[in-house]
């Protein structure tokens, strides 16, 4: 899915929520380490605040870790209605946040991981000059403005700007109802198992 010129370095940002355990997490380290993929610079952003438990991988690996969280944490300090205002035009201009950080990166591809603030993530990638490509991991519950958003951006935006995969046809169509009358192929690619831990001979 990565569209590049041969021996030109690619830099890819992937889009998580937090560096917590999780499956996502792992498949973006197995992923900057396959045969593919290595060759390429790979970022994360986390726009999750919580505990960091792949750093030390991430870090080990030459990934960097990166931050624009949808939202803050509370400010006790300021009265409480005022800092609930800020939290939510912070949480809402997470748009023009996002757009301004792709705008003045040196990111050539942005791979989300995640569905929230899906349209936010496009816009500002595509209108930043970037190429985006988003991953459904699972099946996610869209709202009907959102998936008619995401349906009219996949139908104006050629397919090397915007790109769509998922790791399993339910997952798609779950997640985008619209695309069952239109399914291609392409669009899957599962995740996969390393199967390395399971070729190596045990002493029994």
Known sequence: MVYTKKNIRINILHIIGSLNIGGVQKLILQLSQSQCLKKYTHNV?????????YRYAY????ITILSLP???APISSIPFKLDKII????????FFRLWYYLFISEFEVIHTHIHSQIISQILASVLSG???IWTIHGEYSMGRFTLWIIRILLSILPSTKFQIIADSISALHSTLPFTGNNFKPDNIIPTGINLKPYLQEYDQ
Not at 45 to 53: A, R, W
Not at 59 to 62: D, H, L, M, Q, S
């Open 45 to 53: 952003l986390c726009t999750i605040l919580s505990v960091d438990n």
């Open 70 to 72: 949808f939202k803050f």
């Open 130 to 132: 970037k190429r985006i």
């Open 87 to 94: 939290r939510y035009l912070f949480s809402k201009l997470y």
């Open 59 to 62: 870090e080990k690996y030459n």
